[in-house]
């Protein structure tokens, strides 16, 4: 069955530090999305991403957050100047025909911020 | 009132057992329901989408029921591996944003 691959799956980084976190959508999905996990909290929605561009986004997806498709295949988070507060799971996932329907998500990246 | 309520549990049932969980949205324009689970430290996995009709797979069914606003998920003859959170999401139409649940524990034992 076709997956949604992360890497790396565990991200450790200096506080102020830059950090790219990198998906891999199922290859027929056209939907994608962000979401992080703190732990033992609820997961929550960060941006969603349509035809090279962003679709809707929360309030946590602020001016430190970018997304980006630089291919073909990959689908990147990019986190620009890291806050210990950003330490959490964060999930990729997709979705083939639409924002409405069932998304499928990779086994995440922990981000641990020193 | 939080958008998408669960109770947290957890819920601590025998093998073979029927449970229920509930789930409910403050949105009265949510379109569209998805129950997920998740295990510890594990990525969300979808179980299933809700339908307005109400909807089976195997053991498991979801209902809709709009005019009180919750979606609830039954799960029959329990096993020890449907031990896992079980999520709600809720989706609003004009704005395709999902909202989680903070998840219903589930242990069945032996």
């Known amino acids: 069955e076709p997956e949604v691959t992360q890497t790396p799956s565990h991200q450790v980084t200096q506080m102020g530090q830059e950090v790219i976190l990198r998906c891999v959508p199922i290859?027929?999905?056209?939907?994608f999305y962000w979401y992080r996990q703190i732990l033992g909290q609820k997961v929550e929605f960060l941006v969603s991403?349509?035809?090279?561009?962003?679709?809707?986004k929360s309030e946590i997806f602020d001016d430190q957050f970018s997304v980006e498709r630089p291919d073909g295949s990959n689908f990147t988070l990019k986190i620009r100047s890291t806050k210990l507060e950003d330490s959490a799971m964060y999930f990729c996932?997709?979705?083939?025909?639409?924002?409405?329907?069932?998304?499928?998500f990779g086994d995440g990246t922990r981000l641990s911020i020193l | 009132r939080k958008e998408v309520e669960q109770d947290p549990g957890p819920f601590n049932v025998p093998e073979g057992a029927t449970v229920a969980f509930n789930c409910t949205y403050s949105?009265?324009?949510?379109?569209?329901f998805f129950w997920y689970r998740q295990d510890c430290r594990k990525e969300p996995k979808l179980l299933m989408s809700?339908?307005?009709s109400g909807n089976e797979d195997g053991r498991f069914t979801a209902q809709l029921n709009r005019a009180s606003q919750y979606i609830s998920l039954l799960i029959r003859d329990s096993k020890l591996s449907d031990s896992a959170t079980y999520l709600c999401v809720v989706l609003s139409g004009g704005s395709y944003i999902p909202t989680f649940g903070r998840g219903t524990s589930l242990i069945v034992h032996p």
């Open positions: 290859s027929n999905h056209l939907y």
């Open positions: 991403f349509y035809n090279n561009e962003i679709s809707e």
């Open positions: 809700v339908y307005s």
């Open positions: 996932a997709s979705s083939e025909a639409g924002h409405n329907q069932p998304q499928h």
């Open positions: 949105n009265s324009a949510s379109q569209s």
